[in-house]
Protein backbone atom coordinates (compact mmCIF):
# COMPACT_ATOMS: atom_id res chain seq x y z
CA UNK A 1 0.00 0.00 0.00
CA UNK A 2 1.63 3.26 -1.15
CA UNK A 3 1.66 5.80 1.42
CA UNK A 4 2.23 9.58 1.10
CA UNK A 5 2.79 11.93 4.16
CA UNK A 6 1.54 14.99 4.95
CA UNK A 7 2.68 18.08 7.81
CA UNK A 8 3.90 21.40 7.69
CA UNK A 9 6.44 20.11 10.70
CA UNK A 10 9.84 18.27 9.53
CA UNK A 11 9.77 15.86 12.82
CA UNK A 12 6.26 14.64 12.69
CA UNK A 13 6.58 13.95 9.27
CA UNK A 14 9.99 11.84 10.41
CA UNK A 15 8.31 10.20 13.09
CA UNK A 16 5.14 8.98 10.57
CA UNK A 17 8.21 7.59 8.43
CA UNK A 18 9.86 6.03 10.91
CA UNK A 19 6.72 4.13 12.00
CA UNK A 20 5.85 3.40 8.74
CA UNK A 21 9.11 1.65 7.62
CA UNK A 22 8.80 -1.25 10.39
CA UNK A 23 4.75 -2.07 8.92
CA UNK A 24 4.80 -4.90 6.65
CA UNK A 25 3.56 -4.08 2.84
CA UNK A 26 3.84 -0.72 3.20
CA UNK A 27 5.73 1.40 0.78
CA UNK A 28 6.24 5.56 1.66
CA UNK A 29 6.10 7.30 -1.69
CA UNK A 30 7.05 10.73 -0.27
CA UNK A 31 6.74 13.18 2.33
CA UNK A 32 6.10 16.84 1.61
CA UNK A 33 4.91 20.06 4.13
CA UNK A 34 2.36 21.77 2.42
CA UNK A 35 -1.31 21.07 1.29
CA UNK A 36 -0.12 22.41 -2.70
CA UNK A 37 2.60 20.27 -2.71
CA UNK A 38 0.28 17.32 -1.24
CA UNK A 39 -2.19 17.61 -4.38
CA UNK A 40 0.80 17.69 -6.71
CA UNK A 41 2.16 14.57 -4.51
CA UNK A 42 -1.02 12.63 -5.36
CA UNK A 43 -1.27 13.83 -8.91
CA UNK A 44 2.38 12.43 -9.95
CA UNK A 45 2.95 9.55 -6.72
CA UNK A 46 -0.69 8.14 -6.97
CA UNK A 47 -0.52 7.09 -3.41
CA UNK A 48 -3.34 4.60 -2.22
CA UNK A 49 -3.53 6.54 1.44
CA UNK A 50 -2.58 10.27 2.31
CA UNK A 51 -1.60 10.78 6.23
CA UNK A 52 -2.53 14.24 6.72
CA UNK A 53 -1.82 16.70 8.87
CA UNK A 54 -5.21 19.04 9.45
CA UNK A 55 -3.54 22.54 10.53
CA UNK A 56 -1.52 23.94 8.10
CA UNK A 57 -0.25 27.21 6.19
CA UNK A 58 -2.10 28.33 3.26
CA UNK A 59 -3.93 24.94 2.23
CA UNK A 60 -5.19 23.39 5.15
CA UNK A 61 -5.25 19.31 5.13
CA UNK A 62 -9.48 20.18 5.29
CA UNK A 63 -8.90 21.71 1.98
CA UNK A 64 -6.52 19.39 0.97
CA UNK A 65 -9.54 16.45 1.39
CA UNK A 66 -12.36 18.31 -0.55
CA UNK A 67 -10.16 18.87 -3.70
CA UNK A 68 -8.97 15.63 -3.88
CA UNK A 69 -13.18 13.89 -3.13
CA UNK A 70 -14.76 12.97 -6.12
CA UNK A 71 -11.72 12.98 -8.27
CA UNK A 72 -11.27 9.15 -9.44
CA UNK A 73 -8.15 7.56 -7.92
CA UNK A 74 -8.00 9.87 -4.86
CA UNK A 75 -6.40 8.40 -1.62
CA UNK A 76 -7.53 7.70 1.33
CA UNK A 77 -7.67 10.05 3.74
CA UNK A 78 -6.19 9.77 7.22
CA UNK A 79 -5.77 12.74 9.30
CA UNK A 80 -3.14 13.14 12.03
CA UNK A 81 -3.99 16.47 14.18
CA UNK A 82 -3.03 17.76 17.70
CA UNK A 83 -6.61 19.06 18.13
CA UNK A 84 -9.80 16.53 18.38
CA UNK A 85 -12.32 19.84 17.38
CA UNK A 86 -11.58 18.36 13.51
CA UNK A 87 -12.97 15.14 13.87
CA UNK A 88 -16.45 15.77 12.74
CA UNK A 89 -15.79 17.61 9.53
CA UNK A 90 -13.32 15.26 9.17
CA UNK A 91 -15.44 12.07 8.93
CA UNK A 92 -17.63 14.28 7.10
CA UNK A 93 -15.27 14.05 4.26
CA UNK A 94 -15.22 11.08 4.10
CA UNK A 95 -11.92 10.24 5.69
CA UNK A 96 -11.20 6.81 6.93
CA UNK A 97 -9.84 7.68 10.89
CA UNK A 98 -9.04 10.42 13.05
CA UNK A 99 -5.14 9.86 14.52
CA UNK A 100 -4.38 12.55 17.33
CA UNK A 101 -0.85 13.24 17.82
CA UNK A 102 1.60 12.26 19.08
CA UNK A 103 0.00 8.72 16.65
CA UNK A 104 0.60 6.09 18.54
CA UNK A 105 1.85 2.71 16.00
CA UNK A 106 -0.75 0.43 17.04
CA UNK A 107 -3.41 3.61 16.41
CA UNK A 108 -1.62 4.09 13.09
CA UNK A 109 -1.43 0.23 12.22
CA UNK A 110 -5.71 -0.22 12.56
CA UNK A 111 -6.59 2.90 10.97
CA UNK A 112 -3.92 1.99 7.66
CA UNK A 113 -5.81 -1.55 7.94
CA UNK A 114 -9.24 0.25 7.91
CA UNK A 115 -7.88 2.00 4.84
CA UNK A 116 -6.94 -1.32 2.62
CA UNK A 117 -10.27 -2.80 3.83
CA UNK A 118 -11.88 0.09 2.01
CA UNK A 119 -9.58 -0.33 -1.10
CA UNK A 120 -11.15 -3.39 -1.55
CA UNK A 121 -15.09 -3.58 -3.62
CA UNK A 122 -17.42 -3.13 -1.29
CA UNK A 123 -20.04 -5.63 -2.70
CA UNK A 124 -20.25 -8.18 -5.68
CA UNK A 125 -23.44 -7.57 -7.78
CA UNK A 126 -26.01 -6.78 -5.73
CA UNK A 127 -24.38 -7.47 -2.20
CA UNK A 128 -22.12 -6.05 -0.09
CA UNK A 129 -20.01 -7.15 3.12
CA UNK A 130 -21.24 -5.95 6.62
CA UNK A 131 -19.52 -6.69 10.14
CA UNK A 132 -20.54 -6.40 13.64
CA UNK A 133 -18.03 -7.09 16.15
CA UNK A 134 -16.00 -10.43 14.84
CA UNK A 135 -19.12 -11.46 12.80
CA UNK A 136 -19.08 -11.00 9.19
CA UNK A 137 -22.02 -11.81 6.39
CA UNK A 138 -22.85 -10.40 2.64
CA UNK A 139 -26.45 -8.32 2.19
CA UNK A 140 -28.65 -8.41 -0.58
CA UNK A 141 -28.79 -4.45 -0.98
CA UNK A 142 -32.68 -5.32 -1.38
CA UNK A 143 -33.13 -5.94 2.13
CA UNK A 144 -31.04 -3.13 3.19
CA UNK A 145 -33.80 0.01 4.32
CA UNK A 146 -30.89 2.78 4.74
CA UNK A 147 -27.51 3.85 5.14
CA UNK A 148 -25.85 6.37 7.78
CA UNK A 149 -22.50 7.84 8.31
CA UNK A 150 -21.53 7.54 11.65
CA UNK A 151 -18.17 8.98 12.54
CA UNK A 152 -16.03 6.27 11.79
CA UNK A 153 -17.94 3.67 10.38
CA UNK A 154 -21.41 3.30 8.06
CA UNK A 155 -24.24 1.75 9.97
CA UNK A 156 -26.24 -0.46 7.10
CA UNK A 157 -29.81 -0.53 8.59
CA UNK A 158 -32.24 -3.63 7.78
CA UNK A 159 -35.88 -3.75 9.03
CA UNK A 160 -34.97 -5.54 12.31
CA UNK A 161 -30.99 -5.11 12.60
CA UNK A 162 -27.97 -2.83 12.19
CA UNK A 163 -24.84 -3.73 11.01
CA UNK A 164 -21.53 -1.55 9.86
CA UNK A 165 -19.39 -1.31 7.13
CA UNK A 166 -16.47 0.24 6.87
CA UNK A 167 -16.37 1.96 3.53
CA UNK A 168 -17.62 5.78 2.95
CA UNK A 169 -21.07 6.57 1.94
CA UNK A 170 -19.20 7.62 -1.30
CA UNK A 171 -18.03 4.21 -1.77
CA UNK A 172 -21.24 2.35 -1.65
CA UNK A 173 -22.77 5.61 -4.29
CA UNK A 174 -19.40 4.82 -6.91
CA UNK A 175 -20.54 1.05 -6.16
CA UNK A 176 -24.20 0.92 -6.58
CA UNK A 177 -24.73 3.72 -9.00
CA UNK A 178 -28.27 4.96 -9.33
CA UNK A 179 -29.66 1.56 -7.26
CA UNK A 180 -29.32 3.82 -4.73
CA UNK A 181 -30.04 7.49 -3.55
CA UNK A 182 -28.38 10.34 -1.38
CA UNK A 183 -30.89 12.21 0.78
CA UNK A 184 -28.88 13.93 2.90
CA UNK A 185 -24.59 14.29 3.19
CA UNK A 186 -24.67 11.46 5.87
CA UNK A 187 -27.63 9.49 4.48
CA UNK A 188 -27.90 7.03 1.05
CA UNK A 189 -31.09 5.01 0.55
CA UNK A 190 -31.58 2.01 -1.63
CA UNK A 191 -33.50 3.18 -4.67
CA UNK A 192 -36.33 -0.09 -4.24
CA UNK A 193 -36.71 1.17 -0.59
CA UNK A 194 -37.81 4.41 -0.95
CA UNK A 195 -41.66 5.05 -1.01
CA UNK A 196 -42.48 8.74 -1.18
CA UNK A 197 -41.59 11.74 0.98
CA UNK A 198 -44.07 13.71 4.04
CA UNK A 199 -43.35 17.29 4.27
CA UNK A 200 -43.86 18.61 8.01
CA UNK A 201 -44.93 21.93 9.43
CA UNK A 202 -41.20 23.38 9.67
CA UNK A 203 -40.78 22.96 5.77
CA UNK A 204 -38.75 19.85 6.85
CA UNK A 205 -38.86 16.36 4.25
CA UNK A 206 -38.56 13.33 5.49
CA UNK A 207 -38.48 10.15 3.76
CA UNK A 208 -41.08 7.24 3.64
CA UNK A 209 -38.94 3.55 3.44
CA UNK A 210 -40.57 0.50 3.04
CA UNK A 211 -39.76 -2.39 5.86
CA UNK A 212 -39.22 0.79 8.77
CA UNK A 213 -40.55 3.69 10.19
CA UNK A 214 -37.54 5.18 10.62
CA UNK A 215 -38.07 9.09 8.18
CA UNK A 216 -34.64 9.90 6.99
CA UNK A 217 -34.71 13.82 6.31
CA UNK A 218 -33.69 14.78 2.82
CA UNK A 219 -31.54 17.73 2.47
CA UNK A 220 -32.64 21.33 0.41
CA UNK A 221 -29.64 20.27 -1.74
CA UNK A 222 -31.14 16.78 -2.56
CA UNK A 223 -34.86 17.37 -3.00
CA UNK A 224 -34.78 18.11 -6.26
CA UNK A 225 -32.87 14.99 -7.09
CA UNK A 226 -34.99 12.68 -4.84
CA UNK A 227 -38.16 14.08 -6.10
CA UNK A 228 -37.02 13.16 -9.71
CA UNK A 229 -35.90 9.75 -9.02
CA UNK A 230 -39.32 9.21 -7.44
CA UNK A 231 -41.26 10.96 -10.59
CA UNK A 232 -38.99 8.00 -12.87
CA UNK A 233 -40.11 5.48 -10.49
Not at 36 to 46: D, G, H, V
Request: proline share 4%; net charge neutral.
Amino acid sequence: MRVLVVDDEPLARARLELMLKDMRDIDVVGSVGDGESALSACATLRPDVLLLDVEMPALTGEGVARRLAGLAGSPQVIFCTAYEKHAISAFELGAVDYLLKPVRGERLAEALARARARMAPPQQGNTLVVRRGSESRRLDLADVRYFVADEKYVEVHLEHDTWLMDESLRQIEQAFGERVIRLHRNCLVPANALLGLKTLADGRVLARLAGTDAMPEVSRRNLVAVRQRLREA
